[in-house]
């Protein structure tokens, strides 16, 4: 499906009825890496999967795209649809998206379930480093990012070549105008930290054990940080935990949701 919010078309998925369950990937990936969560709850919940502005098969726009764009443009999607307050889960670059959302939208969130993410801002060199990436995007196409990000996104202990394609492939759709965005989008967010202790919705803090891309102490100290925030860190999972290890992730999802 598709829909026009704040003058981007915006690909997205529906499924199912009941809470409102929205999942917003990560970088350089698409909606399609939720889509055994899409499976798992659909027959409970009102289950939402947006492409973020250039990735997936959401229209790109030029120059940077904000965290708190990102967020604005799901909240255009959720007014859209009618849907709200929403349980909002969000993976990676989806949680410094959904922290975008927590602050600037508190009152249509239910609940916030941050995968495998962080809430602090990019170094200075961390963000030199994106922009320099996001120059190489422009001379060289998005296969720079694909190749550089798709080797962390699973236990390097993993050895399933399916999944390891399937990763590549949930990258493959993504524009090279939408990638440069997002990097740019990275970094330059703020750091969001100070933010967490005003979170004030049921929080789940879920990560993989062996996630190259961050450290679990990362989800520590924001489940720390969260009043009454919950922590799980599942094993033999890296950075895609939801889609490494889905049956864990659904049910420490299951059983949460089934308390809030
Ligand atoms: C992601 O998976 O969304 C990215 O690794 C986030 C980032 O690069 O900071």
Same mark, same amino acid.
């Given at each position: 499906?598709?829909?026009? +919010?704040?003058? =981007?078309?915006? &690909?997205?998925?529906?499924? %199912?009825?009941?809470?409102? *369950?929205? /999942?917003?990937?990560? @970088? #350089? ?53 009618? +849907?709200?307050? =929403?349980?909002? &889960?969000?993976?990676?670059? %989806?949680?410094?998206?959904? *922290?975008? /959302?927590?602050?600037? @939208? #508190? ?154």
């Amino acid at each position: 499906m598709q829909a026009t +919010v704040n003058g =981007v078309r915006i &690909a997205f998925a529906e499924q %199912g009825s009941g809470t409102p *369950l929205v /999942f917003v990937h990560g @970088f #350089p990936l698409c909606r399609a890496t939720w889509s055994k969560q899409v499976a798992a709850f659909k027959a409970q919940h009102r289950v939402i999967t947006p492409d973020l502005r250039g990735l997936g098969e959401s229209e790109a726009t030029p120059g940077p795209v904000t965290m708190q764009r990102y967020a604005e443009d799901v909240h255009a999607l959720l007014q859209h649809l009618g +849907v709200g307050p =929403v349980v909002l &889960a969000g993976h990676s670059m %989806g949680g410094y998206v959904a *922290l975008a /959302f927590a602050k600037a @939208f #508190p009152q249509m969130l239910k609940g916030l379930v941050l995968v495998a993410t962080r809430a602090g801002a990019d170094t200075p060199e961390a963000a030199a480093g994106r922009r320099a990436t996001a120059a190489q995007v422009q001379a060289q196409g998005s296969s720079v990012v694909v190749d550089a990000m798709a080797p962390k996104m699973l236990d390097p202990a993993n050895t399933d070549r399916q999944m390891r394609e399937a990763v590549r492939g949930f990258m493959a759709p993504s524009k090279p105008e939408g990638v440069i965005s997002a990097l740019l989008g990275m970094a330059e967010r703020p750091d969001a930290r100070s933010w967490l202790p005003h979170i004030h919705v049921p929080t789940l803090v879920i990560t993989g054990a062996e996630d190259a891309v961050f450290p679990a102490s990362e989800s520590e100290a924001m489940a720390h940080a969260i009043p009454g925030a919950r922590l799980a860190i599942l094993p033999h999972a890296g950075h895609l935990v939801a889609y490494e290890q889905a049956d864990a992730f659904n049910r420490a999802l299951a059983q949460w949701l089934h308390e809030i």
